[in-house]
């Protein structure tokens, strides 16, 4: 893709606000290079139709305002780069497809803290989201499947709030589990405040991505928006305690649109938390009690598509280090984390991000606190005969 | 129906145990009276073909020895009707139709304690049940779904044990409610001993019945096949806690099979007793938090046929209490069942029981505390112009 293209996206997440679908449209029409010129060079105009359409004059006005303070893009790739962080959008490999089911509500681009794919980590990804201000039981229920899912080989995606957002990041950490926080902020900014090492943490061990560029903040209207980004990149949503009307209801809600799974923990009646979560059980939401009910729905699809003969990822295509993390695998039998890292020369979080990468790829998978290779990357069916 | 036909009904519950299929086909080939006249008349015969077929020798000894042990069923009849008691079956105006839905496995005939008209009050009918040794959370659930269904003109019905059983039939009484307890032994015998008052009291503000004669005990595969009672007679079975494997459950999957509606209430996936109802609602049951959601769904069924233009009963072919009760009703606005019964010059427990006869055949509907005439009552679209 050409550099110009990605530059024009990273500039235009600071100009026109996630998941608006008229400027989708305009993306698609015209691409973001003549979309961001024909943004840019309006600015001398004063009268006369507006040179991109479906816009009224009031939002055109603050679309150009901002737009005369976005900085270059460069600045802002700078910016994040000095965080570890990086710019990714449609046409990079690094782009989660599934994302694309968004339509022009599609984000321009996502900003990306941490060291995984998040291509090859949303693969094999699920949702647990619930309230802020939830019961004892709701922080249980979210850590222990935020646990359970890691341990499974699976990616939990959250978005970094109070209350069961952060048990389920929390439960995924400390099961040495990967879990990715999608902000409705800048990367760089923590919110709420009182986060700030969860998410740090996220980002060492996991990734920490949003819609918005570095710097920018969080509106009541992000935080909804930012559910349908949770909603599409994973393959099913739970909640874990939702009070009717809350906002992750509507990640569900959102799942179920894009035909991932909806998913939900049943709580006692007589709590207001679970009020929520009942309603979407009653409307074909599925009831899930632990992470093994949850992998059995989201797994179904695609979970055997290592099964099938031939190449899922040849070897010798695999960065360097992922490669020797492969190959610290043993032929027969299983290895923690630690082992594996020692034998690569992989730092710990740096190990756990590329295993639950060769995961998705099919060529390992983790039980409890050990990986192994799959039977699959044993009897060799990748193209180049599988992993020693 | 002839009198010689209920007799040998009436006979049989005491030979031929609830359920067996075996008996079932004998009274649909043979009927009532010549199935047992080959029975009594087999006692001489030692060898040759069993005189009954399906039957293997050591069960036809069995059901002999019964047979000879057996008083006459006038004598029954005599003894339950001292406790307010009758014998009903097949072919009795009666007989609630929905039973008939067991096939083969349709019990014998049903021995019924207490004023109302099973087959009225079963029309419009639910079952609750659950654990014996319940939370307190059940407990509340099930008193509160008890009275919910009471207080929106729904009968009751359950099993008369312990716990979740206990507590909806509490719940509907004290709502002054119609209940139904069936029970897996003698409608004259008390099982638990416990439930002595209980019992008592559902028999005179409602009913109790049960498929074994006076006198009868309870055993394992007797509770076991009383379930299927439970779920023929309702519109849909509620099960409020279960653990894995409990009897509740099988009533569920009676249910399920018989076409009614499998219902649960959901609790905290820590409970083991919310464990087999988060089973059942992961395999088609419907997640119910309250007695509204109850009557929603096994409302949708029939409950417009009073809508129907045209006679559903005349009023003339009321029993005269019946219809005193129902001239009691003003023709506008509401009375509670004290200032009805009052007027009507029956007891409350009486006026209860034909207030819920009158709800089934579309008279009138309850509302909280109140009963009113419904809107076609009113509109006088039954055959007789309706009541004044």
Request: net charge positive.
């Amino acid at each position: 893709m050409p550099e110009v293209v990605r530059l024009a996206r990273a500039r235009l997440t600071r100009i026109v606000e996630p998941g608006w679908a008229v400027a989708g449209r305009w993306l698609r029409e015209f691409g973001p290079v003549e979309t961001l010129r024909r943004i840019d060079e309006a600015e001398e105009r004063t009268d006369g139709p507006l040179p991109l359409p479906g816009v009224r004059a009031e939002r055109w006005a603050g679309l150009l305002a901002r737009a005369r303070e976005a900085p270059p893009a460069e600045r802002d790739l700078e910016r994040v780069a000095k965080l570890g962080a990086r710019f990714v959008c449609p046409g990079d490999a690094e782009w989660p497809g599934q994302l694309d089911d968004l339509g022009d509500e599609r984000p321009v681009g996502l900003w990306v803290r941490g060291g995984p794919s998040l291509r090859m980590w949303a693969l094999r990804s699920v949702a647990v989201v619930g309230a802020r201000a939830c019961t004892d039981y709701g922080v249980r229920m979210s850590a222990s499947l935020g646990a359970g899912l890691a341990e499974r080989g699976w990616v939990v995606v959250s978005g970094g709030a109070y209350g069961i957002d952060a048990a389920a990041h929390r439960g995924a950490l400390g099961a040495a589990g990967a879990t990715v926080a999608v902000l409705a902020c800048g990367v760089d900014r923590v919110y709420p405040r009182g986060h700030t090492q969860l998410i740090d943490r996220i980002a060492e061990q996991g990734l920490v991505i949003g819609e918005l560029p570095p710097g920018d903040h969080p509106t009541p209207s992000r935080f909804i928006l930012r559910n349908r980004v949770i909603a599409a990149l994973t393959r099913g949503t739970v909640v874990v305690e939702a009070a009717y009307r809350s906002g992750a209801l509507g990640t569900a809600r959102w799942a179920q649109r894009l035909g991932r799974h909806a998913m939900g923990v049943p709580g006692p009646v007589t709590s207001g938390l679970s009020g929520g979560v009942h309603e979407l059980l009653r409307k074909e939401g599925v009831l899930v009690t632990d992470a093994e009910e949850v992998v059995e729905l989201v797994g179904a699809m695609g979970e055997l598509a290592p099964e099938r003969r031939g190449p899922v990822l040849p070897r010798d295509l695999l960065p360097a280090a992922t490669a020797r993390v492969l190959a610290a695998l043993p032929g027969r039998g299983a290895r923690t984390v630690a082992e594996i890292g020692r034998e690569a020369g992989t730092s710990a979080d740096d190990t756990i991000g590329r295993l639950y990468e060769l995961r998705s790829l099919g060529f390992v998978e983790r039980h409890g606190e050990s990986w192994q290779l799959t039977r699959q990357a044993i009897r060799g069916v990748f193209s180049d005969g599988g992993p020693p």
